[in-house]
């Protein structure tokens, strides 16, 4: 499954990035799969070998996250981001900010401290929809369910704690404006506020440090 946009990533050391993403490349390995990275304008950009992109940047670009996921951006079509800018503020209860650049609009949505979902609209022609989705988390589990059910959105009835669904509508005219599946879930579910581990990829051979093998995060 691949991303119509990309992920932002925030590290607390971008240059080790940049180090390992060129030893990754001068072995060859991936060589014959999607995989690229190159140094851009204060962050990397590197597609995965599934095609998936990502922009890497130094923690401190983005308030006070030292590791995490800042935003996802997604390509939209023409004329649907403030429509997508509603839907979210109407029915999620989620603030968004529009702004313009050379292509259209770009709706900021805010879903979290320092985290958002971007909507960029390009001209450019989009891959059909692939089935990959987004999990999150939301105070008001109920209300955007109630709106959801009487416009016949909901695709799965998990369980008490989860719903889905996946298009994106107007909220006045009801127009599908994009699709992407949201696996929603309320604050009671049991996997809300589960610590993430990640590895500390510092940690090698050569220089092994005991007690280090967690990269801690803010």
């Given at each position: 499954q691949v991303l119509r946009g990309h992920v932002g990533l925030v590290v607390p050391d971008l240059e080790g990035v940049k180090q390992r993403l060129t030893a990754l490349t001068e072995s060859g390995k991936l060589e014959g799969t999607a995989f690229t990275c190159s140094a851009d304008n204060g962050y990397v950009s590197a597609t995965c070998p599934w095609g998936n992109k990502y922009r890497v940047y130094q923690a401190g670009d983005f308030g006070g996250m030292n590791l995490g996921i800042p935003y996802v951006e997604f390509d939209v079509p023409p004329s649907t981001a403030a429509g997508?800018?509603?839907?979210?503020?109407?029915?999620?209860?989620?603030?968004?900010?529009?702004?313009?650049?050379?292509?259209?609009?770009v709706a900021h949505v805010k879903v979290g401290r320092d985290q958002a979902?971007?909507?960029r609209e390009t001209a450019a022609p989009l891959p059909d929809y692939d089935g990959h989705h987004i999990a999150i988390y939301v105070a008001n589990f109920s209300g955007p369910h109630k709106f959801l059910c009487e416009h016949g959105l909901i695709t799965q009835e998990s369980d008490q704690h989860q719903?889905?669904?996946?298009?994106?509508?107007?909220?006045?005219?009801?127009?599908?404006?994009?699709?992407?599946?949201?696996?929603?879930?309320?604050?009671?579910?049991?996997?809300?506020?589960?610590?993430?581990?990640?590895?500390?990829?510092?940690?090698?051979?050569?220089?092994?440090?005991?007690?280090?093998?967690?990269?801690?995060?803010?």
């Open positions: 997508i800018g509603q839907f979210y503020m109407e029915v999620m209860k989620a603030p968004y900010t529009l702004t313009q650049d050379i292509n259209g609009g979902l971007v909507f719903y889905r669904f996946e298009d994106i509508v107007h909220p006045e005219t009801g127009k599908v404006l994009f699709k992407i599946e949201h696996e929603v879930r309320s604050l009671f579910h049991p996997m809300y506020g589960r610590e993430m581990v990640n590895r500390n990829p510092s940690q090698n051979l050569r220089s092994y440090s005991r007690g280090s093998d967690v990269l801690v995060g803010v």
